[in-house]
C-alpha cells in the first residue's frame, strides 16, 4: 500500500510534468500577421509559407532595418537611405550617400508593395527580397560592412537574441534568419490607400484635370507602368543616354547579353511626387525633366524599346493633365504609418485612415 | 524517500524540456545545417544502407597543394595558391548493372583552407559501386530559391549578392605572369543561367570491390589551366562575374576530378 501510494505520487509528479512540458512548447508561439492582398491586385510573388508574417518577426526586421551599427562605422542603417516621408526612396537626392564619404551609383527606389516583386535592383539582378540586404550591407560605397561581422555583433546583443527567439524560436542567429525578419518588415509595407485607390474603390472622385489626366495615362503609359502596381517589371531601354562617370549598362551587367544594354527596370509610379529624382541614375529632378526626355530629348534608335522608337508624343495640356493624375498616386497614410517608423515610436497605432 | 522522488522527477521532467525546446527549431521550419546529409531514405532503392567516404586531394600536377607555397603550372606560370574552394551537390552512384541511383539531396563546400570539408560522407545503398557522379556547383533551383544556411550560408563567401546566386568555384592566388595589383590572379567561376551556366555534371566511374568503404579522388589545379583549352593568367587574371570566360574556365575545371585508390 506504502509503495503503491508512492507509485502513485510518482506518475502524479511525472504526468504534470509532461503537462508543464507540453506547456512549455508552447512557450515559443509568435502571433501570426494576416498579409492582405488590396482588393483587384494580383497574388504576390513572394513565398510566404517559408517565412510567414509574425508580430515578432516584423518587429526583429523593423529593428534591424533602423540599426545604424549593421554599416562599419555605424552611420547608415537601411532607413538613411530609404526613408519613409519619400516613400522609402533617398528624398531629394539623385544617388545616396554611403560610407566614407562615397556616392552610390544608383537612385534608390521607393520601397512599397516588395511582395508582388520578382527581382530587385533597377537591373534586377538580385532574384528574392530575402538576399536583397546583402548588397547594400556589403557594398564599398553604402554600409561597407561584412556579413560575418554583422552577424557576430547580432550575437553580442542581448536584445537582438530575445528578440530572435521570439521571432523564431531559439537564440539561434544567422544570416537567413536575418534575412527573412527583414523581408518581413518590408513585405507588409504596402502602399494601396492613395486618392486613387479610393476612386477605384468607389470612395473618393477624381476631380477633372485627374480624370482627364488618368483617361492620357491609359492611352499613353500603361503599356509599361502596368495598373494596379504601375509597372510591369518588364526591363526596358528608354533612350537615356549613358553617363561617362557611370558607364552603367543596366540589364546587361546581369545577362552578359547585348540586347540587354541599357535597360533599366521600369519602375512603379505609385508615390511618383515623392520619390524625384527620377530615373535609374536620378538625372531627372522632377516630372517636368521626365515628360521633357520622353517628347524630346530621348534617344529613339533601333535599341530604344519599341514602344518608345517615335518617342512620346506629349502636348503641355497632356502633361498638366498627366501630373495631375501621378498626384493621385500619392499614399499619405503609407509614409505617415507609425507601423513602419522606426521603432520607439509611442503611438504605435495605425493612423484612422488606413483601409483595411 | 518522497523528497528524493519529486527530486528525480523534477530532474526528468527538466530533461525533457530540454529536448522540446531543441525541437521548436525542427518545428519552425528551418532544418539545422547538415540534417539533410543524415537521410536515409532512397526513392528508388529501399533497402539496407551503407556509408561512401569521398577523399578530396588538391594537386598541382603531381605536387600536393599547399596554400602559400610556390608551384609552377603545366603552362609554365609560377603560382601561388591562396584559396580553393568549390561546391559539390547531387550526388548520384552507379551499381554493377549500370543503375543510377540519386542520392538524397547534399550540397558540400569543399574548402582547401579546411581539410574537414576534404571528406564527405555520403550514405548509399549497399550495392557494389561502379560509378560516382556530382553537379559540380549549386544546382539552379538553389540559386532562385532565397537565402539558405549550413554549406550554402552566403557567409561562406561564394555568394554574389548584386547579381544573385553561388561562386561554383573559387581559385585565387598570385602569379609571376599577372600584371594587375598584387600581381594577383582571381577566378571566381559561377553563372547558372544558359547560355552561362558553369555547372558540370562530374562521373567518374570506378572498378572497385565490394564494400569499399572510401574513394580516393583528386582534384588537379593544373587542369583549370589546360583542361580544354589554355587558361593564361597574364591575359586573363580576373573573372568576377558569369560570362563566357567563366563558362571557358568551367570547361577546363570540370575535368580536374580523376579517381586513385592506389593512395
Not at chain 1, 117 to 141: R, S
Not at chain 2, 7 to 16: D, R, S, V, W
Request: charged share 20%; hydrophobic share 35%; aromatic share 12%.
Amino acid at each position: 500500500m506504502k509503495l503503491s501510494g508512492k507509485v502513485w505520487v510518482l506518475a502524479l509528479i511525472i504526468f504534470s510534468g509532461i503537462g508543464w512540458v507540453t506547456a512549455d512548447n508552447t512557450y515559443f508561439k509568435p502571433r501570426p500577421v494576416k498579409f492582405i492582398t488590396p482588393l483587384g491586385w494580383p497574388k504576390p510573388v513572394y513565398d510566404f509559407s517559408k517565412n510567414p508574417l509574425t508580430e515578432e518577426g516584423i518587429a526583429l526586421g523593423r529593428k534591424l532595418f533602423y540599426d545604424g551599427s549593421l554599416s562599419r562605422d555605424g552611420n547608415f542603417s537601411c532607413g538613411s537611405c530609404h526613408q519613409q516621408f519619400g516613400a522609402f526612396n533617398t528624398y531629394d537626392h539623385n544617388l545616396s550617400h554611403g560610407f566614407n564619404n562615397s556616392l552610390t551609383t544608383r537612385n534608390a527606389p521607393g520601397l512599397f508593395n516588395l511582395a508582388w516583386q520578382k527581382e530587385f535592383m533597377w537591373d534586377g539582378g538580385i532574384n528574392h527580397l530575402d538576399l536583397q540586404p546583402l548588397a547594400p550591407i556589403t557594398a564599398d560605397n553604402e554600409m561597407a560592412m561584412n556579413i560575418e561581422t554583422v552577424i557576430s555583433n547580432l550575437r553580442r546583443d542581448k536584445e537582438y537574441r530575445r528578440m530572435f527567439r521570439s521571432a523564431f524560436g531559439d537564440e539561434t542567429i544567422n544570416y537567413l534568419r536575418m534575412g527573412r525578419a527583414l523581408s518581413q518588415f518590408m513585405l507588409q509595407m504596402v502602399s494601396s490607400n492613395s486618392k486613387y485607390d479610393k476612386v477605384k474603390r468607389g470612395e473618393a472622385s477624381f476631380i477633372l484635370p485627374e480624370k482627364l489626366g488618368y483617361e492620357i495615362f491609359q492611352k499613353k503609359c500603361t503599356g509599361c507602368h502596368t495598373e494596379p502596381l504601375f509597372s510591369d517589371f518588364s526591363y526596358r531601354n528608354t533612350g537615356m543616354s549613358t553617363d561617362r562617370a557611370l558607364n552603367d549598362l543596366g540589364r546587361m551587367k546581369i545577362t552578359g547579353d547585348s540586347r540587354d544594354s541599357l535597360k533599366f527596370r521600369v519602375p512603379s509610379l505609385r508615390n511618383v511626387a515623392l520619390t524625384f529624382p527620377y530615373g535609374h541614375d536620378g538625372r531627372f529632378f522632377s516630372l517636368l525633366n521626365v515628360f521633357e526626355h520622353y517628347r524630346k530629348n530621348m534617344v529613339a534608335d533601333k535599341h530604344t524599346d519599341s514602344l518608345l522608337r517615335g518617342k512620346l508624343a506629349l502636348s503641355n495640356y497632356e502633361i498638366g493633365q498627366l501630373t495631375a493624375f501621378l498626384y493621385t498616386l500619392t499614399d499619405s497614410s503609407f509614409v505617415k504609418d507609425p507601423r513602419f517608423a522606426a521603432p520607439g515610436n509611442i503611438n504605435d497605432k495605425p493612423p484612422v485612415d488606413i483601409h483595411q | 524517500m518522497k523528497i528524493f522522488c519529486l527530486i528525480a522527477c523534477f530532474l526528468f521532467t527538466c530533461f525533457i524540456t530540454a529536448k522540446g525546446e531543441g525541437q521548436g527549431v525542427v518545428s519552425n521550419g528551418i532544418p539545422p545545417a547538415g540534417k539533410d546529409s543524415h537521410n536515409t531514405s532512397f526513392h528508388s532503392n529501399p533497402g539496407p544502407t551503407r556509408k561512401l567516404v569521398l577523399i578530396f586531394h588538391h594537386m598541382i600536377g603531381n605536387k600536393t597543394l599547399l596554400l602559400g607555397e610556390t608551384f609552377t603550372t603545366a603552362t609554365g606560370d609560377t603560382i601561388q595558391v591562396y584559396k580553393f574552394k568549390y561546391y559539390l551537390s547531387n550526388f548520384s552512384v552507379t551499381d554493377d548493372k549500370g543503375k543510377i541511383i540519386q542520392l538524397p539531396p547534399q550540397y558540400c563546400l569543399v574548402d582547401e583552407a579546411d581539410s574537414a570539408s576534404k571528406t564527405i560522407v555520403l550514405n548509399i545503398p549497399d550495392i557494389t559501386v561502379t560509378g560516382v557522379s556530382w553537379l559540380l556547383g549549386v544546382d539552379s533551383i538553389k540559386n532562385v530559391s532565397g537565402i539558405q544556411s549550413g554549406a550554402l550560408d552566403p557567409l561562406k563567401g561564394m555568394f554574389w549578392t548584386w547579381n544573385s546566386g553561388y561562386v561554383m568555384a573559387k581559385l585565387e592566388g598570385s602569379a609571376t605572369a599577372s600584371k594587375i595589383a598584387g600581381q594577383s590572379f582571381q577566378y571566381h567561376i559561377g553563372g547558372f543561367r544558359t547560355p552561362m551556366n558553369t555547372l558540370r555534371t562530374i562521373r567518374l566511374s570506378a572498378s572497385l570491390e565490394k564494400d569499399v568503404p572510401a574513394i580516393h579522388i583528386i582534384a588537379d589545379i593544373n587542369r583549370w589551366f589546360t583542361g580544354k583549352t589554355n587558361l593564361s593568367i597574364a591575359e586573363t587574371p580576373v573573372c568576377h562575374g558569369p560570362g563566357p570566360l567563366a563558362v571557358r574556365i568551367a570547361d577546363n575545371y570540370s575535368t580536374m576530378f580523376s579517381i586513385q585508390n592506389t593512395y
